[in-house]
């Protein structure tokens, strides 16, 4: 049950009549879960904003509202409070009811959507032909919840892997594979020897373009200099404003000089790693033309040439088994996995419709389109006739809409790419598909203690792969520790620790993500996110598997139980916050889907796990004085278990019996 849907209903219908009819809708939005249970269950916020914009006194207004308000089957009597907030008190009878109906409820009361749509979610897409890493993960664990969430309440939801399967990367490993290959390695570990490629082109084109940007960054520091003598050769002039002025140039000017000169240093670090290696410094004298023949290679597999197809198609089937390995391990699907490679075909048929429909004209040879209100054009082929990544996903876009015409579209994609997808929005607005909701779910960086993008000591990125294994091992030293702690005996053997630490490592590296907003960057680390108290999954896991440890010691009939018809009693303060906490599920999910954000649904799950932490310190269920009492409160631990199953469920997390 959504009681905070229903309490919007009705005080937008009490609004009706008082406040300016355009005004309602955003009015009703005003109520909202009470910060202290002292205040009641929920608030009403809307009387300020109103009474300002019909300049009338708030308690006034506040007292005509309530007048208005039909709630008595819901709450007791609103009260007016301070300025004119409106507490809202629900009904326990209400409370009973819900919770007793969510008790033999599969879904635990939580309805599906009114109103279901058909979505497409395009999350994970990694650029294959090099292994996942440390930045994958977010758009991979975040997609998934979003796509589990939607999917729960109802609506119709495509998970689409547009995998980078068909970019430059190729040209690189195809380029590698032809000059710097050992057939003894790739025989033995494709993938491997693969990624060693490309780890060895890709530091080879980033030699030479390094340095032929350093002349250019030596001349620009030439001119910071020059810019620097001239700020400090400004003599003061007594005028205050310009003087002003003059000092936050010299400052700029300084500024300059210093970056510049770092990043010179950078620039030297990044060639020297090349030159002063006897193996890379050779192969760079002999392959100094390694950037263009990347792309050349590139192109060549673009148009089709027989041996690069050849070998692309023998690349990919490893690559794309590491993949599904680190999916299987992360118990993420999709239902569909179109790469970029599956639109080649497609590229030239887009750019010419546009070309035709007058939405693209060419400029210095390469077709454009130009977006309103947009600084630069689009380039969807280039000069040589060469296609893009946006118009790929423009041909993804078409593609997507005839097949399965749906109403919403959600890129889970780094906040970096925020401009492409600014445009490819646009430019899909422009071709007609504007019936389309298209929406870039951004996310920022994850971060290393040191506050710059999560690198491994040698400076390389993190794999992922690595990732779940440390997580998973750290993990199992809290597991073994704690049941090597049990008063009564450790209860865990060697395998099933290993089981319950693979749940709770890859849970803990989940949540750490989810728990974020998710536009924010975030420290990666793994003490924080394996504590056992706090804001992780450890945190959940163990709050679930305290009761399944109170059901096994009290061998409870759970199926019995979830038919009981004997009401559930809410005396003392912190069974009621239970209850309400366990009623709020269906209105987390909405909050959690409104703006995409799984971390409004980890809060949740959190207060929730709370909550019951305080009714478990507080009221005791086995040994409860009366037997009414008892299974009252069984059922009340049933439902929270249900809950946080269900909510770390949508969240990708699974949990455990015992830990
Ligand atoms: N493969 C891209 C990357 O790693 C992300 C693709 C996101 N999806 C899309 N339709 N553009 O940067």
Redesign the pocket.
Known sequence: MNVRSTLRDRLAAALEGLAPAADVAALSELVVPSGDPKFGDYQINAVMPLAKSLKRPPREVAQELVAKLRLDDLTEAPEIAGPGFINLRLRNANLVAALTAALGDERLGVAATAQPKRYVV?FS???VAKPMHVGHIRSTVIGDSIYRTLKFLGHTVVGDN???DWGTQFGMIIYGYKHFRCDAEYKQNPLAELSRLYRLVNQLVDYFDTREQLPKLEQRLKEAEAALERARAVAPTGDKNADKKAAQALKKAESDVGNLRGEIVGTNVKLAQVAENETLAKYAIEHPQIGSAVLAETAKLHSGDAENLRLWKEFMPPCLTALQETYDRLHVTFDESLGESFYHDQLAAVAEEFQAKGLARESDGALCVFLPGQETPMIIRKKDGAFL?ATT?LA?IRYRIERWNPEAML?V??HR?SL?FEHLFAAAKLAGYDQCDFRHISFGTVLGRDGKPYKTRSGDTVGLKGLLDEAVERALKIVSENDDRKPDGAELDEARRKQIAEIVGIGALKYADLSQNRTSDYEFSYDKMLATTGHTATYMQYAYARVRSIFRRGEVDVDALRKQTAPIVLESPAERALAVALLRFEEALELATVDFRPNLLTTYVFDLANAYSTFFDQCPVLKAPTPELRTSRLMLCDLTARTIKQGLALLGIDVVEQM
Do not use: C, L, R, S
Request: without cysteine.
């Open positions: 395009d897409a990694p650029n547009h995998i980078g990544y996903d993804t890129y994609v780094d790419q492409h």
